[in-house]
Antibody, heavy 120, light 107 residues
């Protein structure tokens, strides 16, 4: 069965960096686009970024563009999110999600999330 | 970016009720819209995509309709496990956005 396991969350000071990872299993990782979606405590869902199946295209939400970088290593079945210049408003549970296809579409399987807290 | 506005923001209903949630897009998005269900402390679950297509395993009491700017999610007969928060989501021009959510509570 499809499994997505995020890691790398924690408490970080404003202005610092953090890298999240998402290890995938149960499907052919290299055939699917992947997303990061976040949810601030008690708030709604916010799409963060998507990467095509082969890493050739990447797109970002306006609130993270220029600060966050999505990447993948298909040989390790792993998705990454490099987060730089973190702000208090980046505090959220970060979910990785598989897309239905190779290119950006609908996220159909989600991990359980990893909590990032940006605080001094 | 295209904005999605859901209504109502919250809704109280009883088991067996028929419930409809609306999602309005700030501009036309054809049928590129999905609906998700999220329960407290859990990841979202895809219910409907392309406005009206069922994700595998979703009960038939859920249905979606609409195109262009106006979309609806209908639950024909509420079950206890349906009390959750529902989100619509679209993608166009390589930007994905979610609605603000509709919290469905037990009356």
């Amino acid at each position: 069965q499809v499994q997505l396991v995020e890691s790398g969350g924690g408490v970080v000071q404003p202005g610092r960096s953090l890298r999240l990872s998402c290890v995938a299993s149960g499907f052919t990782f290299s055939s699917y686009a992947m997303h990061w979606v976040r949810q601030s405590p008690g708030k709604g869902l916010e799409w963060v970024a998507v990467i095509w199946y082969d890493g050739s295209y990447k797109y970002y939400g306006d609130s993270v563009k220029g600060r966050f970088t999505i990447s993948r290593d298909n040989s390790k079945n792993t998705l990454y999110l490099q987060m730089n210049s973190l702000r208090a408003e980046d505090t959220a549970v970060y979910y990785c999600a598989r897309d239905q296809g190779a290119f950006g579409g609908y996220p159909d399987y989600w991990g359980q999330g990893t909590l990032v807290t940006v605080s001094s | 970016a295209i904005q999605l506005t859901q209504s109502p923001s919250s809704l109280s209903a009883s088991v067996g009720d028929r419930v409809t949630i609306t999602c309005r897009a700030s501009q036309g998005i054809s049928s590129t819209l999905a609906w998700f269900q999220q329960k407290p402390g859990k990841a979202p679950n895809l219910l409907i995509y392309d406005a009206s297509r069922f994700e595998s395993g979703v009960p038939s009491r859920f249905s979606g309709s609409g195109s262009g700017t106006d979309f609806t999610l209908t639950i024909s007969s509420l079950q206890p496990e349906d009390f959750a928060t529902y989100y619509c989501q679209q993608f166009n021009n390589y930007l994905w956005t979610f609605g603000q959510g509709t919290k469905l509570e037990i009356k």
